[in-house]
């Protein structure tokens, strides 16, 4: 499996986006790439960032990335909010969101090693989609490690209103479909649209 292994600050300065996106709230980066001089983008760079933005946050391939917007396109609705929120869908998102992780990075690592599981039945594949009304719970087994047991005293997150978390800390339910205003960083997904539609 591919792994993306770009330096997390160095990465987030280039696409202009906070390390708070990638869950590293307290990594800071006081460097100015290019000495404070600002060269204005082409419209290519500019549709280009938009994309490599999208693809670094949720830790996406570009094969994997290429199949969700063909999937967006031939959806109902704005092919770029589609392509969000299906993005938004994935399993290790979700884990993220719900706090169970503290990253993406680590969200993807616990579900590939089966630490989780979808209304009871244990899934190890960091791109599921999840759909309305899904349970998603730390499996039993893993509930006694180290890792886990700290979730019932973690302060809590502020979850994303299509979220509910469990009354035991240990998992979430899914109460409704992410939308394009759940999107909590700033991108404009028309120019992603607009360099595949080339």
């Not at 419209?43 to 994309?51: D, G, P, S, V």
């Not at 994935?90 to 503290?102: K, P, Q, S």
């Not at 989609?129 to 039993?140: A, F, M, N, Q, Y």
Request: charged share 30%.
């Amino acid at each position: 499996m591919a792994k993306n292994m770009q330096p997390i600050a160095k990465r987030c300065r280039t696409l202009g986006i906070s390390p708070a996106v990638m869950g590293y709230s307290k990594k800071t980066s006081v460097k100015d790439p290019g000495n404070g001089a600002k060269r204005k983008k082409s419209e290519y760079a500019m549709q280009l960032t938009e994309k490599q933005k999208v693809k670094f946050i949720y830790g996406i391939m570009e094969k994997q990335f290429r199949m969700y917007y063909d999937k967006a396109a031939k959806a109902e609705g704005k092919t770029g909010e589609v392509l969000l929120t299906t993005i938004e869908r994935r399993l290790d998102n979700v884990v993220f969101r719900l706090g169970l992780a503290n990253t993406r990075r680590e969200a993807r690592q616990l579900v590939s090693h089966s630490h989780f599981t979808v209304n009871g039945k244990k899934v190890n594949i960091p791109s599921y989609l999840i759909k309305l009304g899904d349970v998603i719970e730390v499996s039993e087994k893993s509930r006694s490690t180290t890792r886990f047991k700290s979730l019932t005293d973690a302060p809590a997150v502020i979850l994303p209103k299509w979220l509910e978390k469990t009354p035991d800390a240990f998992g979430g339910k899914v109460i409704a479909m992410p939308t394009r205003e759940d999107i909590d960083f700033p991108v404009e997904e028309h120019l992603i649209v607009e360099l595949y539609s080339k």
